[in-house]
Structures are given as structure tokens and as C-alpha cells.
């Protein structure tokens, strides 16, 4: 039982460039999320999907886009990087009853990117 | 909008001493707060959570504690060790949003 797989590990891109951050969950769970963490910001919300089929956006979307390719899967992409961005990103998963968001989020162990 | 803060950056107690770490939030439609635990290279860990029909919960050495009115969470850990070395954050699951976090160091 794997929980949240995410991938890559490690990420250095060059300002403009794009990329796809991977994560899968092997949980069953219905909503999964992005966040990012930087010093002193603690854990931001990007994107989150709260069942197969939608996504919304969080506290800190731009520049950023989602898709939920299926249940295990929730993909997070950077059009084009920014310094900005440089940060670690985890994704997370819970099941949501549909009344309450009271299960505790399962995270992965995060991307760390570089943008130079 | 920080919704939910942790306005203390980090903590250093001594072993077995207790550990006390805060959380504040503004918005008083929040019903279910949750503690998180953070190692270094590793996703957050879930440690435990309290509705806001209780005012206490404890699981071991962890208890939570709320005060609505204050709008005010507290983690206790008692006795604390040094593998209780981590960030700790607290959340408020309708928000799904984090505080800063709290690095606690607990000194042998």
C-alpha cells in the first residue's frame, strides 16, 4: 500500500519552461489536493479536485493548471516557470463524505523545484 | 488572508518537559481543526484533530485543546521527546488551509 506517490522527486527547470507534476493514490480516496510550501508560508493551497471530474481553485492558482485524469490521479502543471515558483510541492488525498471535509489529508512526500 | 495563523516561527523545550504549541483562526464558522506533524524530506502526518463540539482531546501524549471563544488551539505534548522533533502545523479542514507551522526542538 503505496498512500500518495508523487513524481519527480526533484526538479530544476530554466524560467519558461513547462512541466507536469505527477501524483497518484492508491487509497480510494475521492478529493485530492495541491499544496506548496515555502519558509514561513507554511502550506498554501493551489488547486484542489473534491471528486473525479472537478477541480477548483485555492489560495495561490496563477500560474498554475490541474487535471484529474481519474480517481488515483491528480496532475499539476507549470506553463511556464517562474522563480517564483521554486518551491515544494506536495499533493494530499482524503475521502469526503459529502457533507464534511473532516478526514485527514494523506500526503505524499513532495516535489522540491527549482526554478532558475 | 491568513485564516488560520501559528504566530510562533519555533519552540525549543527539554526532554520530558511539556511542549505547548498555538494556533489562532479568524473565522468562527470553523468546526473541525486537525495537527500535523512534518519530518524533513517527508509529506505532513496526521497526529490529531478536534470538533468544535469538544473543548479537549487526547490521544497519548497529544492533546488538543480549543477555546471557540478565543478562536484560540493548543497542542500539548507531555512528556515531550526528542523524536517529537518536527514543524507541527495546525489546519481547519473547511478551509483546507495550513498555518505557517511550528518547529518544535526537543533538546536531550
Known amino acids: 500500500n503505496a498512500g500518495v506517490t508523487q513524481t519527480p522527486k526533484f526538479q530544476v527547470l530554466k524560467t519558461g519552461q513547462s512541466m507536469t507534476l505527477q501524483c497518484a493514490q492508491d487509497?480510494?480516496?475521492?478529493?485530492m489536493y495541491w499544496y506548496r510550501q515555502d519558509p514561513g508560508m507554511g502550506l498554501r493551497l493551489i488547486y484542489y479536485?473534491?471528486?473525479?471530474?472537478?477541480?477548483d481553485k485555492g489560495e495561490v492558482p496563477n500560474g498554475y493548471n490541474v487535471s484529474r485524469l481519474n480517481k488515483r490521479e491528480f496532475s499539476l502543471r507549470l506553463e511556464s516557470a517562474a522563480p517564483s515558483q521554486t518551491s515544494v510541492y506536495f499533493c494530499?488525498?482524503?475521502?469526503?463524505?459529502?457533507?464534511?471535509?473532516?478526514?485527514?489529508?494523506?500526503f505524499g512526500n513532495g516535489t522540491r523545484l527549482t526554478v532558475t | 488572508d491568513q485564516q488560520v495563523k501559528q504566530n510562533s516561527p519555533s519552540l525549543s523545550v527539554q526532554e520530558g518537559r511539556i511542549s505547548i504549541l498555538n494556533c489562532d483562526y479568524t473565522?468562527?464558522?470553523?468546526?473541525?481543526f486537525l495537527w500535523y506533524k512534518k519530518y524533513p524530506a517527508e509529506g505532513p502526518t496526521f497526529l490529531i484533530s478536534?470538533?468544535?463540539?469538544?473543548d479537549k482531546n487526547e490521544d497519548g501524549r497529544f492533546t488538543v485543546f480549543l477555546n471557540k471563544s478565543a478562536k484560540h488551539l493548543s497542542l500539548h505534548i507531555v512528556p515531550s521527546q526528542p523524536g517529537d522533533s518536527a514543524v507541527y502545523f495546525c489546519?481547519?479542514?473547511?478551509?483546507?488551509?495550513f498555518g505557517a507551522g511550528t518547529r518544535l526542538t526537543v533538546k536531550p
Open positions: 479536485s473534491a471528486s473525479e471530474g472537478t477541480t
Open positions: 494530499a488525498s482524503t475521502l469526503w463524505t459529502g457533507s464534511s471535509y473532516n478526514s485527514p489529508l494523506h
Open positions: 487509497m480510494n480516496h475521492n478529493s
Open positions: 489546519a481547519a479542514s473547511a478551509s483546507m488551509r
Open positions: 478536534i470538533s468544535s463540539i469538544k
Open positions: 473565522n468562527s464558522m470553523f468546526d473541525y
